[in-house]
């Protein structure tokens, strides 16, 4: 060997261990593990075939979060979008840097946390570059568990991935990283392992992040992304570089799609606000010929698309979702108007339960309305009494009461409420406790607007199967057309979240309401019917029995 190539070599060998140290270094002081990961880490993408790393746009943004001292993470993406990989890499490359470093992956069961040790992490120890193993001891996994042995006795890092319907999983360990993949699909139990876990972990300089695909609004995921606490991220389809198909690059691509085909409406409102390119458009086509409706919820342009969008959901998805984005704010009382709005039960500041009287439209000359009645029970755990109005000439939904009322109560305050929007009809479900609100309306305060289903028939609407699915139909119906404006999001997320199950029954998922759906309906069938059957009597003082 000459000299030249003996300096040559010592020189890449001082190059490659300042490489290291740089490497290592970014990890210490600011979780920069992006630089590690390309240097020395190998994975197995979707076609199988190993490859060096190399971040894309959601890892680049994962890491630059953490960076940033953003640790605790909730994460809606669209699908194979790397965010998986993400979590394994930064994870490995903190435990090869940092003796006595646990970390629990946790998926919803356990075949998911197999396949995230088989296609995931076994890539990764198998190609891991001769440089960054020299940092340790040893690197195996064994089974479920990625097993980092430190030099000098100084310990091991251990990555545990489980399936969070094992309730034992993660117990017993000082846990410092944290990830719950797909956590949208996570049974409630789990929910609970996960909570135990995330309780015993440090503080301070720990990470924890939730991330998924989104998979209706029925779940513990949509309601960890839609609150307040922590710092939330959000990836369209459109940010992953390989979602576009350039003209005949894959035979999978429809000849319909070839060339400069037609753009609907949608489609050029979509590239002009995140200015895309056809090239992207003819991907997304291509994915919602493959995935129809499930495409909103697998590839979606907002996070209200992605939770608005659920395959088992019984009303149309995208008059919901322009409805949820184009929601009024509720308005506040005219002075003149303040004391009559409070007896109809209006509270200020709109408390956070979203209980009381929310008003988007005042009354307006000339024009007729209908509430619709849901009736609850006024206990602490029953279901809530709703009252929907509803402008039978536009179509909007004007005012919603929502709370726990006691039958006299809610008499009294629908009364005053079809009072104040123009003598209103009204329409109680007189199932269970309506009964008692419809003899109050009949016999207490008399009121000459109510639906009956014969003249000589007492007070009250008798939902059965059958009305409710005529009613479901109509309102369904006016959504697609775009007859029906909605403007309270608590009504549009209940919609969401209405199911059709087994022999076709309509009802809301456990542990949801439909008080807001139902009288929703209730109030909308008027409109659709263009008339309501009721009794022609002298108009009496409503209050007169009442004082």
């Not at 003819?282 to 995935?291: H, I, Q, S, V």
């Not at 009559?340 to 209980?355: A, I, S, T």
């Not at 009381?356 to 009736?375: A, K």
Request: one cysteine or more.
């Amino acid at each position: 060997m000459t000299t030249a190539t003996m300096k040559k070599e010592s020189l890449d060998v001082e190059l490659r261990a300042a490489r290291l140290a740089a490497c290592v270094k970014a990890i210490y002081e600011n979780h920069n593990w992006i630089p590690f990961a390309e240097a020395y880490f190998t994975i197995s993408p979707k076609l199988g075939l190993p490859i060096p790393f190399r971040a894309n746009y959601l890892q680049r943004s994962v890491c630059a979060d953490r960076m940033a001292g953003k640790l605790r993470t909730k994460r809606l993406k669209s699908r194979q979008m790397g965010s998986t990989s993400a979590e394994i890499c930064a994870a490995f490359a903190e435990m090869l840097v940092t003796p006595n470093f646990t970390v629990i992956f946790a998926s919803d069961d356990i075949l998911s946390a197999q396949r995230i040790a088989t296609t995931f992490v076994e890539p990764l120890v198998r190609g891991l570059h001769a440089d960054a193993k020299s940092l340790v001891e040893s690197v195996e996994l064994v089974k479920r568990e990625l097993r980092v042995t430190h030099k000098n006795g100084l310990g091991k890092s251990i990555l545990f991935i489980g399936g969070l319907r094992d309730e034992t999983f993660g117990i017993g360990h000082p846990v410092h990283y944290a990830v719950m993949t797909e956590a949208a699909y996570a049974p409630p139990k789990g929910w609970s392992t996960w909570r135990n876990i995330v309780e015993a972990m440090p503080r301070e300089h720990s990470i924890i992040c939730i991330e998924s695909t989104a998979n209706g609004v029925d779940n513990e995921f949509h309601e960890q992304f839609t609150s307040d606490t922590g710092h939330h991220q959000f990836f369209p389809w459109w940010v992953q570089d390989d979602y576009t198909f350039p003209p005949g690059e894959s035979e999978l691509i429809p000849e319909a799609l070839w060339g400069d085909f037609p753009l609907t409406e949608a489609e050029q409102m979509l590239m002009k606000k995140h200015q895309l390119t056809r090239d992207q458009i003819r991907w997304y086509r291509w994915k919602t010929k493959e995935d129809g409706e499930l495409v909103h919820q697998y590839y979606p342009a907002t996070p209200e698309e992605a939770f608005l969008s659920i395959s088992r959901m019984s009303f149309p998805i995208r008059p919901l979702e322009d409805a949820y984005n184009n929601a009024k704010l509720a308005l506040t009382p005219p002075p003149d108007k303040l004391s009559k709005w409070v007896e109809m039960g209006w509270r200020e500041g709109l408390p956070w339960d979203g209980f009381g009287l929310h008003v988007w439209t005042y009354p307006e000359r000339g024009h007729t309305y209908s509430v619709g009645v849901d009736t609850g029970e006024g206990q602490e755990d029953s279901d809530l009494t709703v009252c929907q109005v509803m402008n039978e000439f536009t179509g909007e939904q004007t005012a919603m009461l929502r709370g726990k009322y006691r039958p006299d109560e809610i008499a009294d305050m629908v009364v005053k409420l079809a009072e104040y929007y123009n003598h209103a009809k009204i329409k109680v479900e007189k199932n269970g406790l309506g009964a008692a609100v419809c003899q109050q309306l009949e016999f207490v305060y008399h009121y000459d607007n109510c639906f009956r289903h014969e003249a000589d028939k007492p007070v009250g609407y008798n939902m059965t199967r059958d009305r409710k699915a005529e009613l479901f139909g109509k309102t369904a119906k006016a959504l697609e057309s775009f007859s029906l404006r909605l403007n309270d999001r608590t009504t549009i997320r209940e919609m969401l979240s209405y199911r059709v199950g087994r022999g076709g029954t309509l009802s809301a998922p456990d542990g949801k309401h439909d008080d807001c759906v139902m009288a929703l309906m209730l109030a909308y069938d008027d409109r659709a019917e263009g008339h309501t059957t009721r009794v022609t009597r002298r108009k009496a003082d409503v209050y007169a029995s009442a004082r």
